[in-house]
């Protein structure tokens, strides 16, 4: 499983640096992009093989759309996706939080 | 007047499936079309002939944003796509490269995959000639005509701007 993490804009990128967020994303194995479409629209960074699944928190799904035709996108909240990162299932923030 | 055989598609067919965003690394027309509709229809490029027309259900051309998915359209031969409704950004997209798009919802749903259909575009009127029905879209205005019998809207800026000398 791969866990991509792109913050949509510069400034949100340096706010998620100051607060240590990408520390943690990279402590737990992530990997952090700098701003870019990245694997949304199936260019690069990522994209999906056949059969493979996606918890993306993007906003369009279409067959093929991150990749494979034969690829799955599941779009889902910030915290779906990272909960999902965290079990390897699609799955509810109250799973992990403790 | 426009004729062609009708090649049908159905609801809600997005710029994803008209031209996947892994070909968007090019705007060469040529290439563009070697891919239009492949996740959909992996046949399109082979049937499609010059002249030919889309019909479709509603939402045709939803999704992302791309000027490459009518130009990949018209680029294969289409010479013009009728469909119970377009989404808005694909419709001016449409018009905006010269390819002929009518909304015409009684045609879109009666056509069938294979007829022989003919479109007048300056009176709206389209004729299934396999069945012999006709059926009336709302004509273009004439700005759109003009722009979409300059070939697109560079075209039609450059025309209007040569003859501004």
């Known amino acids: 499983m791969r866990t991509i993490i792109i913050p949509a804009t510069q400034r949100i990128y340096l706010e998620a640096m100051r607060e240590g967020?990408?520390?943690?994303?990279v402590e737990a194995g992530a990997?952090?992009?700098t701003p870019t479409c990245?694997?949304?629209l199936g260019g690069h960074m990522g994209i999906l093989a056949k059969g493979e699944r996606a918890?993306?928190?993007t906003n369009r799904n279409f067959v093929g759309r991150m990749g494979h035709v034969d690829s799955e996108v599941y779009l889902a909240s910030p915290a779906v996706?990272?909960?999902s990162a965290i079990t390897g299932k699609i799955s509810s923030p109250e799973e992990v939080v403790r | 007047m426009?004729?062609?055989k009708a090649i049908k598609y159905g609801n809600n067919i997005d710029t994803d499936v008209i031209i996947p965003a892994r070909y968007l690394n090019t705007s060469d027309p040529k290439e563009l079309a070697a891919h239009c509709m492949e996740d959909l229809d992996p046949e399109f490029k082979n049937k499609a002939r010059p002249g030919d027309i889309i019909v479709a259900g509603t939402n045709f051309g939803c999704g992302s944003s791309r000027e490459h998915a009518p130009i990949a359209i018209k680029a294969s031969g289409i010479s013009c796509i009728i469909a119970e409704t377009?989404?808005?950004i694909f419709y001016r997209n449409a018009i905006n490269i010269g390819l002929p798009i009518m909304e015409c919802p009684e045609a879109a749903r009666d056509i069938k995959d294979g007829d022989q259909v003919a479109v007048d575009l300056t009176t709206g009127e389209i004729t299934n000639l396999t069945t012999g029905r006709t059926y009336k879209a709302a004509p273009f205005?004439?700005?759109?005509?003009e722009l979409i019998e300059a070939g697109g809207l560079v075209e039609y800026v450059k025309e209007r701007m040569g003859a501004q000398g």
Do not use: D, N, W, Y
Request: hydrophobic share 55%.
């Open chain 2, 2 to 4: 426009i004729k062609g």
């Open chain 1, 81 to 83: 996706a990272a909960a």
């Open chain 1, 38 to 40: 990245g694997p949304c």
């Open chain 2, 86 to 88: 377009f989404a808005r």
């Open chain 2, 141 to 145: 205005p004439q700005f759109m005509q």
């Open chain 1, 21 to 25: 967020l990408l520390e943690i994303f």
């Open chain 1, 31 to 33: 990997v952090v992009s």
């Open chain 1, 55 to 57: 918890v993306a928190t």
